[in-house]
């Protein structure tokens, strides 16, 4: 079992910017995609962006591209997730996830083995 710890959650104002972090435990760091999900109340658990194996290849959810930024650094055993020109419906939990899955599966849940116990955003003004 990986393990996944997030950090960086906390308030912001509309248009501002967070730095989210996920540590993973695992002496396989290099051979995982990462992905990052988020989750408001009521609502499914939803994709927001993926990062390969090669850290080359990125993917993100429409609703976050040109604000949001997926990395990550195998010497760190860390993935970032770079938020700016956060809104209101950006306000979720957001989780990390690992595994290795086919293009097709990154967009749900599913697609991913291993699972942060997540790390909350809220906006505010």
């Known amino acids: 079992q990986v393990q996944l710890v997030e950090s960086g959650g906390g308030s912001v104002q509309p248009g501002g910017s967070l730095r989210l972090a996920c540590v993973a435990s695992?002496?396989?760091?290099?051979?995982?995609?990462f992905g990052w999900f988020r989750q408001a109340p009521g609502k499914e658990r939803e994709f927001v962006a993926a990062i390969r194996v090669s850290g080359g290849t990125t993917h993100y959810a429409d609703s976050v591209k040109g604000r949001f930024s997926i990395s990550r650094d195998n010497a760190k055993n860390t993935v970032y997730l770079q938020m700016s020109g956060l809104k209101y419906e950006d306000a979720a939990v957001y989780y990390c996830a690992a595994g290795k899955p086919i293009l097709s599966a990154i967009w749900t849940m599913r697609g991913w083995r291993h699972w942060g116990q997540g790390t909350q955003i809220t906006v505010s003004s």
């Open positions: 695992t002496s396989d760091f290099r051979t995982y995609s």
